[in-house]
């Protein structure tokens, strides 16, 4: 016999599937989030263990005054001990999401507004990389080491489209200043479940004694091609 079933049984499973690929969405995203917490945790670790001194921006969502102004603290916390201290070398770590957003290089933030909104919203609250690059110039005269751990793919996804080239194509190198991005213009970069498979290599490799910036980058770049 041939089972009949109405439209509401039908209806029933369609939003009971629908909801079991919200939630498989919502426990990617969350993963995603928390490798990029780890990546930074670990990292700014890895730092301190060497004798730097390190200023902490963590965007886990749980900022309760808001990821933008927190993260604006913490970076003119960075930028006045850059002043201060007179230090050599000054470095940024970001492992997150970037996006081209009208000719910009931003850090996407877990309070960015969506490009859908506008795309000057957007920028408004998201890090533009320029910007804080020609901050960290004007407040001293220090080696700036900049380490993108994020995708570089056309801009269109969940916040909307941003531009038409990858995060990164258009950073103005300053001044006695050092890019090392995780993947290839226009690609995406691996997520992984701890750590992602560059800053776990990144990690493994910063504590080698001797070791010169660039062979430290090669050796990276060397290891995610095999």
Same mark, same amino acid.
């Given at each position: 016999?041939?089972?009949? !079933?109405?439209?509401?049984e039908?209806?029933?499973?369609?939003?009971?599937? *629908?909801?079991?690929?919200?939630?498989q969405?919502? !426990?990617q995203?969350?993963?995603i989030v928390?490798?990029a917490?780890n990546d930074?945790t670990?990292f *700014?670790?890895?730092?301190?263990?060497?004798g730097? $001194?390190?200023?902490?921006s963590?965007?886990d969502?749980?900022?309760q005054?808001?990821?933008?102004k927190?993260?604006?603290?913490?970076?003119?916390?960075?930028l006045?001990?850059?002043?201060?201290?007179?230090?050599? !070398?000054?470095?940024?770590y970001?492992?997150?999401?970037?996006?081209?957003i009208?000719k910009?290089?931003?850090?996407?933030?877990?309070?960015?507004?969506?490009?859908?909104?506008?795309? !000057?919203?957007?920028?408004?609250?998201?890090?533009?990389?320029?910007?804080?690059?020609?901050?960290?110039?004007?407040?001293?005269?220090?080696m700036?080491?900049?380490i993108?751990?994020?995708?570089?793919?056309?801009?269109e996804n969940?916040?909307?489209? *941003?531009?038409n080239?990858?995060?990164?194509?258009?950073?103005?190198?300053?001044?006695?200043s050092?890019?090392a991005?995780?993947?290839?213009?226009?690609?995406?970069?691996?997520?992984? $479940?701890?750590? $992602?498979?560059?800053?776990?290599?990144l990690?493994d490799?910063?504590?080698e004694?001797?070791?010169p910036?660039?062979?430290?980058?090669?050796?990276?770049?060397?290891?995610?091609?095999?």
């Open positions: 016999t041939n089972e009949m !079933v109405n439209d509401h039908i209806m029933q499973r369609a939003y009971a599937h *629908a909801n079991e690929v919200v939630e969405a919502n !426990v995203a969350q993963a928390d490798a917490v930074a670990e *700014a670790d890895k730092l301190e263990q060497l730097y $001194s390190v200023v902490r963590i965007d969502g749980h900022n005054e808001g990821t933008y927190h993260v604006l603290e913490k970076q003119q916390i960075f006045d001990k850059i002043l201060e201290d007179k230090v050599d !070398v000054a470095l940024v970001f492992a997150g999401h970037g996006l081209m009208n910009e290089d931003c850090l996407i933030l877990s309070d960015t507004d969506s490009c859908k909104d506008g795309i !000057v919203k957007a920028r408004g609250n998201s890090i533009n990389l320029n910007e804080l690059c020609k901050d960290m110039n004007a407040n001293g005269d220090q700036n080491l900049l993108m751990d994020a995708c570089r793919v056309k801009a969940d916040r909307g489209w *941003a531009g080239d990858g995060f990164g194509s258009y950073t103005k190198l300053p001044f006695q050092f890019f991005f995780s993947t290839s213009p226009e690609t995406s970069a691996s997520d992984g $479940s701890i750590h $992602s498979p560059y800053t776990q290599l990690l490799k910063v504590m004694k001797d070791l910036i660039e062979s430290l980058f090669k050796s990276i770049r060397y290891e995610l091609r095999k």
